[in-house]
């Protein structure tokens, strides 16, 4: 039987356009889901747009528009991601489909006939811009560190709260019983030392008609539900949760990727009211640093915004997934901008792997007419390259599988290099044979590698070494990391350059 994979990036709010942050969340969770796919596990990959809240509502009436008609645009717009990223999605939630709608209201219900919901009176300082309460502690000058620009609101009312107190003990035995459960190692540690402090009871609703646009509380109409609490329910509604028991059950639990704003919410929260509805835990989380753009953190309020979609236009589908893939070192803060991406670009890309392989077909071509010569074993120790990318992905640690398949794009220029086969051609045409034959089926091993980053670009080396791409798509990593793949006699076809250099 085919392992399972389940996993689900955190759902954008839908009041502002796709960001770099969220493009890098949403191609790492694309790279594991390929990844899964090409080692022959069954996978379902799971994204969508969280539209409810305040803030959604408010920047609706900004514009004169209807909430759920605004929300539909933009839904529109990170739904158009899948093409324009080259994105492998299977399933994409609104939090206002009525499935999903649905589901949030028996959670409730379920949670409530558990004793974790009750109502009482209500005074809290709240942030807009976060859609979350904010403690004394957590403020700066009496702002949101995150909102420095706006002003929090003061809120007394009655509302439900969730019983998150109740949890701490649970949530810390799951921590320690899975010290995996949070990567980056010390995310885990933040979020263990947070239960550890002890647990306030969360809010989880907002009076309908302050605040009209969220699911109705089941059984009271002055409620709405807690933009926070209905968004978490999508990563079990999106795989049937609760009508298709035999999908869910199939499915769950999942591997959660989150920036490391959303650590609490993913990794204590939303355990806890899993808990509180006889659900298991999540697998795993991995959490994200920020990428800062110009040095600072990255905000439009800032105007120095590199949005993914201009990263498309200026480097293509791959170069942008590569560059925003390999921004930074996984669960750290990064700095971009544009110098820093084309540089990147040129040296890693254009120089690197379009380089390697353009040289390489054109000796092909040269000196054997186009046709590869006969079959000669390995010599650069493929199968511990193919261990060590393997291994790095699995633990998100993009950057370092990147960085292995460009180690073996440099090692095949110095043996070319040190080979210098245009001697060879005059000397020794046995040994060419070999030299050629060796850097051939080494490109057709990088194109597997660099499949789940830049599938396209995989795509294109397949075609000019002459293989059946029909073929190709078929096999799975276990096949296609066997040495000697490329068989003897095979006419490549050169193509167009991989990576044109920008000036
Ligand atoms: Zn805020």
């Known amino acids: 039987m085919k392992n399972k994979f389940y996993i689900t990036t955190t759902l954008p709010y839908v009041n502002a356009d796709p960001h770099i942050g969220f493009a890098r969340e949403i191609l790492e969770a694309d790279v594991l889901a390929r990844f899964y796919r090409l080692l022959g596990d069954e996978v379902f990959f799971n994204t969508g747009t969280d539209e409810h809240g305040l803030k959604i509502h408010r920047k609706a009436e900004e514009l004169g528009q209807d909430t759920q008609a605004y929300c539909d645009l933009k839904a529109k717009i990170f739904l158009e991601l899948k093409e324009k990223l080259n994105l492998s999605f299977d399933n994409f939630i609104r939090t ?52 420095p620009n706006m002003d929090l609101e003061a809120i007394e009312e009655e509302n439900y709260f969730f019983r998150f107190s109740k949890y701490q003990d649970q949530l810390l035995e799951l921590y320690k019983n899975n010290p995996e459960f949070v990567v980056p190692q010390k995310r885990m540690n933040e979020i263990r030392s947070f239960v550890e402090g002890g647990l306030d009871d969360f809010s989880i609703s907002r009076l309908k008609k302050k605040m009209p646009w969220g699911v109705p509380v089941p059984d009271d109409q002055d409620h709405v539900m807690y933009v926070w609490f209905d968004a978490l329910v999508n990563y079990i509604s999106a795989i049937g949760w609760p009508e298709d028991m035999k999908k869910f059950n199939k499915w769950w639990p999942v591997v959660q990727l989150c920036g490391k704003d959303n650590l609490r919410q993913q990794s204590a929260m939303w355990q806890a009211m899993l808990m509180s509805v ?8 991995f959490v994200n640093g920020f990428i ?119 090692a095949c220029d110095k ?31 990088i194109s597997w590698m660099v499949a789940p980053f830049m599938p396209e670009t995989a795509d294109k080396i397949f075609e000019q070494l002459g293989l059946d791409l029909k073929e190709e798509k078929e096999k799975s990593f276990k096949e296609a990391k066997k040495w000697g793949g490329l068989k003897a006699g095979t006419v490549i076809k050169r193509g167009e350059g991989l990576f044109p250099r920008i000036e």
């Open 96 to 147: 206002t489909d009525e499935n999903h709608k649905k589901a949030v209201k028996e959670f409730w219900k379920r949670s409530l006939a558990n004793g974790d919901i009750y109502k009482k009176m209500y005074k809290i300082k709240y942030c807009v811009g976060c859609e979350l309460e904010k403690t004394e502690s957590e403020l700066v000058e009496g702002k949101c560190p995150l909102h």
């Open 278 to 285: 006889g659900i298991s835990a999540s697998k795993q989380i």
């Open 292 to 410: 800062n753009v110009g040095g600072q953190k990255m905000s439009k309020s800032l105007g120095n915004v590199i949005s993914p979609l201009e990263m498309v236009e200026k480097f293509g589908i791959d170069g942008a997934r590569y560059l925003l893939l390999n921004s930074g070192v996984f669960g750290e803060d990064t700095d971009l901008n544009w110098e820093i991406l084309k540089e990147k670009y040129n040296a890693d890309l254009a120089n690197g792997v379009g380089n390697l392989v353009a040289r390489t077909l054109a000796m092909c071509e040269k000196y054997f007419d186009g046709k590869v010569p006969q079959a000669v074993p390995d010599i650069n120790n493929l199968e511990k390259k193919w261990k060590n990318c393997e291994e790095a992905i699995k633990v998100l640690s993009i950057h370092e599988a990147i960085g292995e398949v460009n180690g073996l794009i440099s």
């Open 415 to 445: 043996f070319i290099n040190e080979e210098a086969p245009w001697k060879l051609a005059k000397n020794d045409v046995k040994k060419l044979e070999e030299v050629i034959y060796i850097l051939l089926e080494t490109i057709r091993h």
